[in-house]
């Protein structure tokens, strides 16, 4: 059983086009980070959410963090052939030191 | 500077072969892990160390063995390769032992096994 269910798994869309990728688990988790991998390379940190409800944007990125803690989302406002990646999101649980991760969504974006 | 650096990048070898992956962080971090990444590209835990202190060992086959001989350097040796082994192998660190702390990955090593 998948901790973290992404969806969609795959999402390709034109230049200048919004997305939103969600992230969710029926577990309750501290805090929740997301990653973006790009070919031959080690995932990078993006965000770290902790409070339920909490927003946080990084440019055109919005990552949402549920009230209940049980759920993520990333929106991409104009998307750009650069926001092409696997972005992964990570869920720590209260007392485990062990981060999960999702299945990943694979973004490509058209120029 | 490289922060977490894995060698090497490509491993080809065959079943029944022992082979080792080296992992160096710069970043002074105190907690180093090993990933795998299988063809689907679903990342799973391995093994974490805390200043060279076995944390956590997933349900890997004692055919791994991991090897911290300090704080700045995780190694990983598997023994008798077989073709599930096949995947990519990535080493991460964080600052501290727990689960807000962000991870830092390296660039993978990419295990064949034929």
């Known amino acids: 059983t998948q901790l973290l269910e992404q969806s969609p798994q795959f999402l390709s869309i034109q230049e200048g086009e919004n997305l939103t990728v969600y992230c969710n688990s029926s577990s309750v988790f501290s805090s929740l980070q997301w990653y973006r991998q790009e070919p031959g390379e080690g995932p990078v940190l993006l965000v770290t959410v902790v409070t339920g409800g909490e927003v946080k944007k990084l440019k055109r990125l919005t990552f949402q963090f549920g009230d209940a803690r049980k759920d993520s989302s990333l929106h991409i406002t104009a998307a750009q052939p650069g926001d092409t990646g696997l972005y992964l999101c990570a869920g720590a649980q209260g007392g485990s030191e062990k981060l999960v991760f999702g299945k990943g969504t694979k973004l490509t974006v058209n120029p | 500077d490289t922060a977490v650096s894995q060698t090497p990048k490509y491993l080809v070898t065959q079943m029944g072969n022992d082979k080792s992956i080296k992992c160096e962080q710069n970043l002074g971090h105190d907690t180093m892990y090993w990933y795998k990444q299988d063809s689907k590209k679903f990342l799973k835990i391995m093994f974490s160390?805390?200043?060279?202190?076995?944390?956590i060992n997933e349900t890997v086959p004692n055919r791994f063995s991991p090897k911290s001989p300090d704080k700045a350097h995780l190694n990983l040796h598997i023994n008798s390769l077989e073709l599930g082994d096949s995947a990519v192998y990535f080493c991460?660190?964080?600052?501290?032992?727990?689960?807000?702390?962000?991870?830092?990955f390296g660039n993978g090593t990419r295990l064949t096994v034929t």
């Open positions: 160390y805390n200043n060279k202190e076995l944390i």
């Open positions: 991460a660190s964080s600052s501290q032992d727990g689960f807000n702390s962000p991870l830092h």
